[in-house]
Every structure is written in structure tokens, then in C-alpha cells.
């Protein structure tokens, strides 16, 4: 194995358009300190609506590629939300052509919110296997504000979805950081609970499925799901943790940084205590809300910008999703 794989740069876009704790409140009912306290967010950015998941995804990525000639990227990888810009559709190759990255192949890959830890693994992977490839662009875009029901008493807790872009570029011989190990864990029993109930094959769209406003997310239901997730969901967060930092040859105590999805605070607090670190040693997007896979990449980009990530520092990439699949990935990080 190689073991300067790794992350070399990273970036984040987010749109102008703001949502505010209180503004949320007067659509959801709830009041403004529980959505800060409980639920973690104090605003999130919205895009209007001249812009879609891959044009964020794309403004995400154009700050890397002022450090790096386009022509260079080999492989580009969409990892954000499947609430596109179009439906049976690739933004992979959008992004490929508005980037002038000629010589990259691009595909997608969709493991909603678990898919930043998953996608890194991948990128590493298709290195290692691969000689000719050198550098991996990672992509992703989200516009799952757009999706969120608020008049929808089973689905509109999901408020803090949130709009914005992340890039992070793999490559070969990096400078910045090393790639290490990850775990996963996928339990299918969830597979029916979150979805958006039209639009695909066993819903077609329809005037009915318009009217019944089955084109949001929803939850079929809240307390079932609720009732299976709290028995499982914190003990496979610390399964994919350990293993990913055994798999690492680490100890959990060799944890600097922890960048995880943006959740209740609760469940933040948890995976805390998992790791062992204080909440100044995370990346917690209360300002930012909940878009898709890319919380983790943006907790990274932050995470450096902020003055958090020291030289040997290990960082861990933390994240879970719908279907049900909770993922982690260690980095080690390098500096310059």
C-alpha cells in the first residue's frame, strides 16, 4: 500500500440564502431555544432557486482547482444528496464538463448521508489498484432544504437539512494528510423507513401524488423507526469508530479530531463520549445544519481553516444514513 494516499486540499461552498433558529421556529411550531439547545442549529443556508445540487458541488470545487491544473484529475466522484437537479441523471458528468477536467472519467455514488467516509475508502482504494490513476476529485452537492415538508408532522424534525457544496481532492502522493482505514455497517431493516414516497417506479409522478405533496421526504413511521434506531444506533456508531481506528493500528486515545454529521446535540454528545474529546476538538455545523454526505468533508475544511488540525494529529470522519448505514474513516493528518 501506498501510504501517502491522502487528502491534499478540501473546500466548501454554501449560498447566500439564510434560514435562522427563529425563522424555523415560526414554520415548525417548535420553539427557538429548543431548535438551538436540543436541536443543535442556530441557522442554515438555503439556495435559491437558480441553483441545484451540482452547481453547488461545482462552486465547491473550483477553489482546488486554482492549485491544480483540471487536466490533471483523473477519476471525479459525486458523493452528495440524490435530490438532484434531475432525476435518471448523472451530475457527475456536469460537474466533469463545467470543471474543464477533460481527462477525468466521472461517476456517482449515493449512500445519502454515510457517503463522505465511504467515498474516501473508495478513492483509496481505486488508487491503490490502479497505478495510472493520481488524483481523485470527491464532489458532492446538497438542496435537501428543498425537500422538507413543514406541514408534514412525521418528516419536519428533519428541518436542519441544509444547502451547500464540499470538494476534497485525493491523491496518490499527498503532502497533507494519509488515508487510513474505515468500517461499515449497513442494517437493510431500515430500508422503508425515509424516503421520498413518489417519483421513482412504484410511485410515478401524478396530479395525485402533487396534490398529496408526496414529492418531500417522509417518514412512514416515526416511532417504529425511533424505537429500532435508539436500540442500535449508538452501539454501530461505536462499532465503525473502533473498528476503523483498530483497523488503523490505533488506540481510541489517539483520537485528536472528530468530524462528524451534523445531528441533535445528544447524539453529538455521544460521539463524544465514544471518542473521548471535548466539544472543541470536534466540528459541530450548528451554523451550517445537516446536508447530506458532505458534513464530515466540511467538518474537515473547518476543522483546518479553524486552526484545529495539528501536524500527526489522527482525525476521524464520522457519519451515518437512511437504509441504514453508519461509516467512519481515519486520517492521519500531515500538515506541511
Known sequence: MNSTIGIERTSAYFPDGVETAEQLAEKTGIPEQIIIEKFGLFKKHVA???????DLAIEAARPILTKIDPLAID???YFGSPHKDYYVWSAAAKIQHELGAKNAYAFEMMNV???FPIALKVAKDMIIADESIENILLVGGCKESQI?????????FMFNFADGGAAALVTRKSRQSEILNS?????GSFYHDVLVP???????PSEETVKNKQHYIDVT???DMKARLDDVSIKNFERVIKEAIDKSGLKMKDVQVLLPLHTKRSMFEELLKIVGLQEENAIYLDHHGHMSALDPCIGLHFAEKKGK???????LAVSAGTGYTWAATAIKWKGW
Open 75 to 77: 477519476v471525479i466522484i
Open 148 to 156: 422538507v415538508d413543514y406541514d408534514n408532522p412525521r418528516s419536519r
Open 48 to 54: 435559491g432557486k437558480e441553483m441545484h445540487a451540482s
Open 113 to 115: 448521508s454515510s457517503c
Open 309 to 315: 488540525l495539528k501536524r500527526n494529529n489522527i482525525v
Open 221 to 223: 413511521d416515526p416511532s
Open 198 to 204: 413518489a417519483g421513482g417506479s412504484q410511485n410515478f
Open 183 to 187: 468500517a461499515i455497517i449497513t442494517d
